[in-house]
């Protein structure tokens, strides 16, 4: 038996994950690629390892490998992401949500009520990429008005592609930070904004990634700064900013966010430990 290469297409599903380890690609990534070719689940693979392997799928496969040995992430290649029970669609004009987001969106649902209200309690998410923290928040509290907004054009159509295929009722918006909601008030605003430091060495692994979404001036604040200081004439007395950060970042913010007045300041912790979300309450409107 000759030895799988990357030149001619493997004949079996057995072969065709061979190939991974000499790609430098993770096996497990080489299987979900292939379940998702074959629209089947990665442990039927398993037991089906000696199937023959149709040449068009053998192909498609080797390039996705090569791909994913390129360094592209693998939800660009799938074209999906899980985040917060939530499948979404995301395309290279948006950032992949990442699991860690999911502290910001835990901690924002703790501020939003279960229940109907009247008005309707509004949301706002700032920079909302592939509308993943939006679409989280609209899923778990259907009775809340959620805004989304976000720059790029290209980023807000696969938000508003997501929340029409999801069936959530989130209001996307095109213009920058607060631009497209002026003169508006919200009892909650979140935002994942772009964080990271120009230059800053984790950069390179993360170039297959829109840099709009994540660098933000020399010490990464920059985007922070900006909608720290024009977040309370956008909220309601009382009303809460929670934004996520580096993990380098808490006390940065907390200081912008006391520097505005805000109260309350608090800062979660993302899965790994770092310090990852910071928050406050607005002052209310007669002391502002
Ligand atoms: N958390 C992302 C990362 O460091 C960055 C996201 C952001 O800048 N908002 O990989």
């Known amino acids: 038996m000759s030895e799988p290469s990357a030149t001619t297409p493997p004949a079996t599903l057995a072969?065709?994950?061979?190939?991974?380890?000499?790609?430098?690609?993770?096996r497990l990534d080489a299987q979900i690629l292939l379940s998702t070719l074959l629209q089947r689940p990665?442990?039927?693979?398993?037991?089906?390892?000696?199937?023959?392997?149709?040449?068009?799928?053998?192909?498609?496969?080797?390039?996705?490998?090569?791909?994913?040995a390129q360094g592209e992430p693998l939800a660009y290649l799938l074209g999906d992401k899980e985040f917060h029970g939530l499948s979404l669609r995301v395309t290279p004009d948006v950032l992949i949500p990442r699991?860690?987001?999911?502290?910001?969106?835990?901690?924002?649902?703790?501020?939003?009520?279960?229940?109907?209200?009247?008005?309707?309690?509004?949301?706002?998410?700032?920079?909302?990429?592939?509308?993943?923290?939006?679409?989280?928040?609209?899923?778990?509290?259907?009775?809340?008005?959620?805004?989304?907004?976000?720059?790029?054009?290209?980023?807000?159509?696969?938000?508003?592609?997501?929340?029409?295929?999801?069936?959530?009722?989130?209001?996307?918006?095109?213009?920058?930070?607060?631009?497209?909601?002026?003169?508006?008030?919200?009892?909650?605003?979140?935002?994942?904004?772009?964080?990271?430091?120009q230059g800053d060495p984790h950069l390179p692994a993360l170039a297959f990634e829109p840099e709009q979404?994540?660098?933000?001036?020399?010490?990464?604040?920059?985007?922070?700064?900006?909608?720290?200081?024009?977040?309370?004439?956008?909220l309601q007395a009382g009303g809460w900013l929670l934004l996520e950060h580096g993990w380098d970042q808490a006390e940065a913010v907390a200081q912008l966010l006391a520097a505005q007045g805000f109260t309350h300041i608090g800062t979660r912790q993302d899965l790994g430990g770092q310090a990852r979300c910071t928050g406050g309450k607005t002052r209310p409107l007669t002391q502002r």
């Open 42 to 68: 990665r442990a039927w693979l398993l037991s089906h390892d000696q199937d023959a392997l149709p040449i068009e799928v053998a192909e498609r496969f080797t390039a996705l490998l090569q791909r994913r």
């Open 99 to 197: 699991p860690d987001t999911e502290t910001l969106v835990d901690w924002a649902l703790e501020r939003i009520p279960t229940t109907a209200t009247t008005p309707p309690f509004e949301v706002l998410d700032l920079g909302t990429g592939s509308g993943a923290i939006a679409l989280a928040l609209q899923h778990r509290r259907p009775h809340a008005h959620v805004t989304a907004v976000d720059a790029s054009a290209a980023a807000l159509a696969v938000a508003h592609g997501n929340a029409e295929r999801l069936g959530l009722p989130v209001q996307t918006l095109l213009g920058s930070w607060f631009t497209p909601v002026h003169g508006q008030r919200f009892d909650l605003i979140v935002s994942n904004p772009p964080y990271i430091a």
């Open 15 to 26: 072969a065709a994950l061979l190939l991974a380890r000499p790609s430098g690609v993770d």
């Open 213 to 234: 979404a994540l660098t933000s001036g020399p010490d990464g604040l920059d985007d922070i700064r900006l909608i720290t200081a024009q977040a309370a004439r956008h």
